[in-house]
């Protein structure tokens, strides 16, 4: 007779690697599936928005902290591009899978809570990654900036997309319909990408502005990403990493915490 006191048993160790990879790859494979939507247009959007200021503007006129503005702006375009895509991989992944109702899919197989997580978040930063790298490559060369610390902006782009995955998750396990994910994305997302001083510095806006400011991840990681490649910031890079780390654990914790309870996910 066959022993069968081994099953429901997890034999994969602590960690299961090959899953764990499975489901990244997977996330992966689903935004280079429809690359010219996924990655062409997001870098067709960030070299318009630069287009658009430097016909606007002009290449040569106005300064902002001794840079011209077309090379303030930079910077922080190709982080409003990153954590825009990486918030998009993941919230949509999950809200498609559970409004076609194939989210048993993922639930089903021997991953643990920690491991879906993880895997969706690379799937959310592999995206942010491959539509960074191009601009930082290509497009800033292009108008003439050359990145002070790589290292440094890859670390910052990496973790903002982290930041802005998980918050995918969070959005993707609470929201039922494709409206709710739009509505956080319109009156959250957008706003906090747009008033985080991709376009000005924070000296131009009033002191209670300036307050409310230094409360937005998002500010501390276009100032972040702004001193790697520039040289100068509004804030501490130091307390910014630290800012935009700790608030990236939190939702890190959160989505855990959610996916383990199978929150929203499970009927």
């Given at each position: 007779m066959a022993d069968i006191s081994g099953m429901g048993e997890r034999r994969f160790g602590r960690v299961n690697w090959l899953g764990l990879?499975?489901?990244?790859?997977?996330?992966?494979?689903?935004?280079?599936?429809?690359?010219?939507?996924?990655?062409?247009?997001?870098?067709?959007?960030?070299?318009?928005?630069?287009?658009?200021?430097?016909?606007?503007?002009?290449?040569?006129?106005g300064e902002v902290m001794g840079f011209q503005y077309l090379h303030f702006i930079a910077p922080g375009i190709l982080t409003m591009t990153v954590i825009q895509?990486?918030?998009?991989?993941?919230?949509?992944?999950?809200?498609?899978?559970?409004?076609q109702g194939n989210i048993v899919?993922?639930?089903?197989?021997?991953?643990?809570?920690?491991?879906?997580?993880?895997?969706?978040?690379?799937?959310?930063?592999?995206?942010g990654l491959f539509v960074a790298v191009p601009i930082g490559l290509i497009m800033m060369p292009l108008i003439g900036i050359r990145i002070a610390n790589p290292a440094l902006a890859l670390v910052y782009v990496t973790l903002g997309a982290a930041l802005m995955a998980s918050l995918g998750m969070l959005a993707g396990i609470f929201a039922n319909k494709f409206d709710q994910v739009a509505a956080i994305t319109n009156f959250l997302i957008t706003p906090l990408s747009f008033l985080s001083g991709t376009f000005y510095s924070s000296d131009a806006v009033p002191p209670v502005m300036q307050h409310?400011?230094?409360?937005?991840?998002?500010?501390?990681?276009i100032d972040g990403v702004r001193y790697s490649v520039l040289g100068v910031s509004d804030s501490s890079p130091v307390v910014g990493l630290a800012f935009v780390a700790g608030v990236t654990a939190v939702f890190v914790i959160w989505s855990w915490v959610w996916v383990r309870?199978?929150?929203?996910?499970?009927p």
């Open positions: 990879a499975t489901l990244a790859r997977r996330e992966m494979q689903r935004f280079l599936t429809v690359w010219m939507q996924t990655v062409a247009a997001p870098l067709m959007t960030a070299g318009l928005f630069l287009a658009i200021f430097s016909i606007a503007i002009g290449p040569t006129r895509n990486a918030f998009a991989n993941t919230s949509s992944s999950i809200l498609v899978s559970k409004v899919d993922t639930l089903m197989p021997p991953l643990s809570a920690g491991e879906l997580v993880t895997g969706y978040i690379a799937g959310g930063v592999a995206r409310l400011l230094h409360w937005n991840p998002i500010f501390y990681l309870r199978g929150y929203r996910l499970k």
